[in-house]
């Protein structure tokens, strides 16, 4: 590619990534750690949040990395209408370059030539559990936002589909590429010491979470494990008073994540829809058999490594827990598969992918 001819420069609005890492988070430094490491005949500018920092403390950014950091006087890290707004007066302001926003939640509408990955369309799948604000987000001005992009990134098959499906956008515009499984920090903390099931994730109500609380008391008396709910409390939680045998752990990172997996018997997630799906990823990548369902994206992300239920029915996820603490065989096989489908999916390809798309769009041809 030749500078002569082409403005070889990205604008990159990372300020969704904050002090939590959050799965668009985890995208977002994976990008950055592994454009850092791989030559690019390009320049990026990268906007972040003050309070993002710590996390990209470790990352030795080259020379045609340059680094813009806003404050929390402009807006919160949890500020999502702030962070349009700004996303919007970014792509103004630098109207010639070409925009790079890693989520929907800061796509453009206007200014520079944008490029915007849709992590999901969950709010308009569905429906009943997101204010009228969010709706009118994603059924008013998402569609504006991708007529306009030149180009969409989507880490799924089954995102792309609804994208063609709920906005009539042509196939050949989106372009999937799929994510890589992080890689969590060695930790010395001990798992706990009883046996438990392990769910980890935000707890919002398209996790179903509750429908997995009810199995597990179906099988309670039956198993010595308790269950373990592990993530930011996004929704009620219907648990029978007293029970000291469903723990709710809230929100945890880093050191004590990568302990909870290493010490499960089993990991569920009953999801009814995700974009991509990183928890049965990282799951696997400790050895730990994964139970899930065949919603949106989950069968192609997870294929063949992980044993299957309808998430609807308490009975199905109640019988798939009882066989999978069980049957060795059948955990056995779940476990060398999950090696096997993690070892597939690399930061590396997902990064380096993201980059010939980029040439693509500075050099006027994104398909």
Known sequence: MSNQTVPARIIINATHLGQRI???????????????????????????????????????????????????????????LRRLLFSNCLAIARNAGVIFNPSQLEMTFAGARAIVTVQDLIPIQITDHYQKKQNYFYRVLVPRGLARAEAIIAPSKATQQALCS??????????????????????????????????????VPYRNINTLIQAFLKIQHYVEHDLIL????????????????????????????????????????????????????????????????????????????????DPRSEDSIAGALTEILSNQELRARLIREGFRRVADLTWEKTAGAHLRLFEKVLQGRPQ
């Open 166 to 203: 709920y906005y009539a956008v042509p196939p050949e515009k989106v372009t999937i590429i799929p994510y890589g499984v992080r890689k969590l920090p060695d930790s010395s903390v001990a798992p706990p010491t009883r046996k438990y099931i392990l769910f980890a994730g935000r707890i």
């Open 22 to 80: 959050n799965g668009i988070g985890t995208y977002i430094i994976n990008l950055l750690r592994q454009w850092a490491l791989q030559p690019a005949n390009l320049h990026f500018d990268v906007y972040l949040h003050e309070r993002a920092r710590p996390h990209l403390a470790a990352i030795s950014f080259p020379e045609n990395f340059q680094l813009h950091w806003i404050g929390s006087r402009l807006f919160p890290d949890t500020a999502n």
């Open 230 to 309: 592990a993530g930011e409390i996004c929704c009620d939680l219907k648990i029978p008073e007293p029970s000291n045998r469903i723990i709710v752990r809230g929100y945890v990172d880093g050191g004590e994540l990568s302990a909870l997996y290493r010490g499960a018997s089993a990991f569920v997630f009953p999801s009814l829809a995700e974009g991509f799906g990183f928890p049965p990823l990282e799951a696997m990548s400790f050895g730990c058999p994964v139970i899930t369902t065949a919603e949106a994206s989950l069968p192609e992300v997870c294929r063949n490594a992980a044993l299957v239920v």
